[in-house]
């Protein structure tokens, strides 16, 4: 970055070396997966499905406000409509962690889960999150960590997260996306399946197609997550 300011800077002088004209084209090379990354995120899938949801009006965040900070804490995620390019569709175990950072005013938030089987590679991704809506806390705003990028985009990138159920203990929620591409069921405990059911239905009567929805395989043993005071 410091070359690329350099070159700018000097644009017109005659002695900018090779390697310096070189330097900036290797960091476009190597972040362009990054920016492919980022742009098929946010193209739409192009499925029946998804087609006949975005017909609807578009998907907005609960009006019933949370306590953020009861909010924060770990998460399973126990059904999804995935993000492919994060692999979620071979997660298993996945598990979403919020931090508030009160001095920043930021929430943290790192996502893991096993590929391919409860015991197989561990997947982490991590993103930074900002309230939209302070007076509810429940529509916010997201910037993913990017390969070779980091957060380098975050000024700008910054995709709508929001809160469309909650329970009032804070024991499952769900996650909504406004043209409904994306969904995610969360809880503090594995979900028998009745509970489950009940939260697909929800999401199905806000317009999101059940079929679309995959649930994700947990140990069934797994520790209940608690929520914090």
């Known amino acids: 970055q410091d070359s690329r ?20 084209r290797k960091f476009l090379i190597l972040a362009v997966p990054s920016i492919l990354v980022l742009l098929q995120f946010l193209g739409s899938t192009s499925t029946a499905g998804t087609q006949a949801m975005a017909a609807l009006e578009p998907l907005t965040a ?15 995620v126990a059904g999804h409509i995935p993000v492919r390019l994060v692999k979620e569709h071979i997660a298993h175990n996945a598990v979403e962690t919020y931090t508030w950072d009160e001095a920043k005013q930021e ?10 089987s409860l015991d197989g590679k561990i997947n982490d991704s991590y ?20 390969p070779l990028l ?33 969904l995610w069921i969360l809880s503090r405990s594995v ?19 059940a079929s679309l929805i995959r649930r994700v395989p947990h140990d069934p043993g797994a520790t209940i997550f608690q929520v914090p005071a």
């Open 191 to 209: 979900l028998p399946d009745s509970e489950y059911s009940e939260l697909v239905q929800k999401a199905v009567d806000m317009g999101y197609n």
């Open 150 to 182: 980091g957060y380098a985009l975050s000024g700008f990138l910054r995709l709508p997260y929001i809160i469309v159920h909650c329970a009032s203990d804070y024991s499952t929620s769900i996650i909504g996306y406004p043209n409904r591409d994306y």
């Open 127 to 146: 993103q930074r999150g900002w309230l939209h809506n302070k007076e509810t806390s429940t529509e916010w705003r997201v910037s993913p960590k990017l």
């Open 62 to 76: 609960s009006e019933k406000p949370i306590n953020l900070k009861r909010f924060m804490g770990s998460w399973y």
């Open 5 to 24: 300011g350099e070159m700018t800077g000097h644009k017109c002088r005659s002695s900018i070396t090779a390697f310096e004209v070189r330097k900036p």
């Open 107 to 116: 929430i943290g938030v790192h996502y893991s889960f096993n590929e391919h």
